[in-house]
């Protein structure tokens, strides 16, 4: 409401001593007080009441105005009942700054303006965000999408002065109406609204963070069309949206309560909408999933690769790398009987899926669409998720190979030709190339002390994977759940997802071997002394190999550079480079080209024993 409206209502006893310019002001909230400095409960937009009691002299007058104005406050109202006339200080103050000043008739109460001011901006605002909101409902529920849960927001900050925004159960910011939140605040609020939600009491739940209180509301579609509640809170607690409001809904009205309940729905219903999206995305991972279980040819896997690589990765030029990354959810038995009359079962599947397909979100994107990209399936207790990464040009056979073995490798001094010095862009002092393989941000591969990375590696990385979200993810998981997740190295075809996908399944049986509610493993951690251990699978044994020889053997095909047969006689050889380059005839400086290449394409230092140890094991076993 406006000041004028306050000065044209006679119950009142309002009386205009200044500021007649200013009576367009939006009048938010009233406050009385005595306090010379009032500034801590102010927030802007009050009207203030007092009686003057803090006035002890004309000199009061200068400060106690400059503070209600540089509070934002919209106007002042002063009693009569004590002095009588309002002093002329005051009015002089208030004209100085600005503000507008009333003098309230002694027969009017406080409490009477205050009830009338209260009673109007409430009034008003919740019904006019009815209104909208009743109107955003009618038209997402029977027609498109609208303008997805930042409209809801915005009126929720314009119309109640509510500042909110829409988190994913890892803290992730979906939506949001001005300042992002940060995303540590983020994790933490989901992981209040997870422990509260796991102890069965019913949103909104409050949250006290750094001195700010927050409420926090499920999201869930309880509409018509919904789907069914879940019979076990597990079933959806790591999976539902949240509506942080920076506010304590603990003393508010059953209508605003129910205001912010159909925000909510309204929020839920834009959710089911973007969730129907992903379906084409689940079934190209499903199906390709199915392949690689049966066994089928490499063609045919392929082909439904190609398929599926438009749609997750839109205007690449070249057939992307995968990766394959398994999660499990695991839930202590209770008594509650389930499905069937089986006790306690809760199916993990689909609750790995949709926990998953949160997990491989970056954390710092924000949005409903950031998942567009990723594929999750999932099979009896397991979430699949098939992750394209873009693939890495290589480099030009002419920039890379060095001299050929029939050419001059040194010039008139008898020195190395030209040709046969470092590259541009190999590591100094080395005299090869930066390998790949370096965890992203870090240019360090994991778990080794090798040459830093010439670019970012796109790979995913277990631990890195759930830095963000073990937090949150804990609280949900509480004292009887657990998650694990196992990531495979990258693939560069599609004969190597199915040594990929036992790679990813071995690495998540080490994570579950480990203590801790939140655990993940990566294919690096399954070294080359855990391939001899009998209970370990062929198939990672397969992966192993593929992953160590198919650069090579990719690289060996489209330029006959003959990597494989220069790597066995290396190792042959005990790393001799004489005895090597006697034996393949070729130049020392050619040898060294064609070993610096292998340590590039495989991420590998032949030098070192455990390298070589697993070239050896590689080779024997292909």
């Not at 509260?196 to 739940?205: D, E």
């Not at 809170?233 to 949206?241: A, F, I, K, T």
């Not at 190339?433 to 360090?444: D, M, Q």
């Not at 949150?472 to 998650?483: C, E, Q, V």
């Amino acid at each position: 409401m406006r000041l004028r409206a306050l000065l044209e209502t006679d119950a009142l006893g309002l009386r205009l001593l200044g500021g007649q310019g200013e009576l367009d002001r939006t009048v938010r909230g009233v406050m009385t007080t005595d306090l010379r400095d009032p500034s801590r409960y102010l927030s802007g937009g009050e009207l203030v009441l007092t009686g003057l009691a803090w006035r002890r002299d004309a000199s009061d007058s200068e400060p106690f105005v400059r503070i209600l104005a540089g509070a934002g406050v919209a106007g002042l109202a002063a009693g009569e009942a004590e002095l009588g006339d309002i002093p002329a200080d005051l009015v002089e103050a208030c004209d100085r700054h600005r503000l507008p000043l009333f003098a309230v008739h002694e027969t009017v109460a406080f409490a009477t303006i205050t009830e009338h001011v209260v009673r109007q901006v409430s009034g008003e605002r919740a019904g006019d965000l009815a209104a909208v909101v009743d109107r955003h409902r009618r038209l997402m529920t029977s027609g498109p999408a609208g303008g997805g849960p930042e409209v809801v927001l915005d009126l929720l900050t314009s119309d109640l002065d509510l500042r909110a925004w829409v988190l994913s159960p890892t803290g992730r910011q979906i939506a949001g109406a001005g300042a992002p939140l940060p995303g540590p605040l983020g994790a933490t609020l989901a992981g209040h609204h997870l422990a509260a939600t796991r102890t069965g009491r019913r949103g909104p739940h409050r949250a006290a963070v750094a001195g700010t209180t927050y409420s926090l509301f499920p999201i869930r579609n309880t509409g018509r069309g919904a789907v069914p509640a879940a019979r076990d809170v597990r079933e959806s607690v790591l999976s539902d949206w949240l509506l942080a409001v920076e506010a304590d809904a603990s003393d508010w009205p059953a209508a605003r309560l129910d205001l912010l309940q159909g925000v909510t729905q309204l929020i839920a219903v834009e959710r089911d909408r973007r969730d129907a999206a992903r379906t084409v995305r689940r079934r190209l991972a499903q199906e390709v999933l199915e392949l690689v279980q049966a066994g089928a040819a490499p063609a045919e896997i392929a082909a439904r690769l190609r398929v599926a690589a438009p749609v997750l990765l839109p205007g690449l030029g070249v057939t992307p790398q995968w990766q394959v990354v398994v999660a499990r959810v695991d839930w202590t038995a209770t008594d509650a009987p389930g499905p069937a009359g089986v006790p306690g079962d809760i199916a993990g599947g689909p609750v790995a899926q949709a926990l998953l397909e949160e997990i491989l979100v970056d954390p710092a994107a924000g949005g409903p669409d950031s998942a567009d990209r990723i594929a999750v399936a999932h099979t009896g207790e397991e979430a699949i998720a098939l992750v394209p990464l873009p693939a890495v040009p290589a480099p030009l056979p002419e920039t890379v190979d060095g001299p050929t073995d029939n050419a001059d490798h040194t010039g008139s001094t008898g020195t190395p030709a030209a040709s046969a010095a470092p590259k541009a862009g190999d590591a100094p002092g080395t005299g090869r190339a930066p390998e790949p393989g370096a965890a992203p941000g870090t240019g360090r591969t994991p778990g080794t002390d090798r040459a830093p990375a010439a670019a970012q590696d796109p790979a995913l990385h277990a631990d890195a994977l759930l830095a963000a979200v073990r937090d949150p993810l804990s609280a949900g998981l509480a004292d009887d759940g657990r998650l694990t997740l196992g990531v495979s190295a990258a693939v560069h075809s599609a004969e190597g997802l199915r040594g990929a996908l036992e790679e990813a399944r071995h690495a998540r049986r080490v994570a579950a071997a480990r203590p801790g509610r939140v655990c993940a493993a990566g294919h690096h951690e399954l070294a080359s002394h855990v391939l001899l251990l009998p209970f370990v699978p062929d198939d990672v044994r397969r992966a192993f190999t593929a992953r160590l020889l198919d650069p090579l053997r990719d690289y060996d095909r489209r330029h006959r550079a003959e990597l494989i047969e220069t790597l066995e006689a290396f190792l042959d050889c005990d790393g001799s480079w004489t005895r090597c380059a006697a034996r393949l005839h070729l130049h020392v400086n050619t040898l060294r080209y064609r070993v610096g290449r292998i340590e590039q394409l495989t991420g590998r230092d032949l030098s070192r024993l455990e390298d070589k140890l697993d070239f050896f094991l590689a080779l024997r076993m292909s």
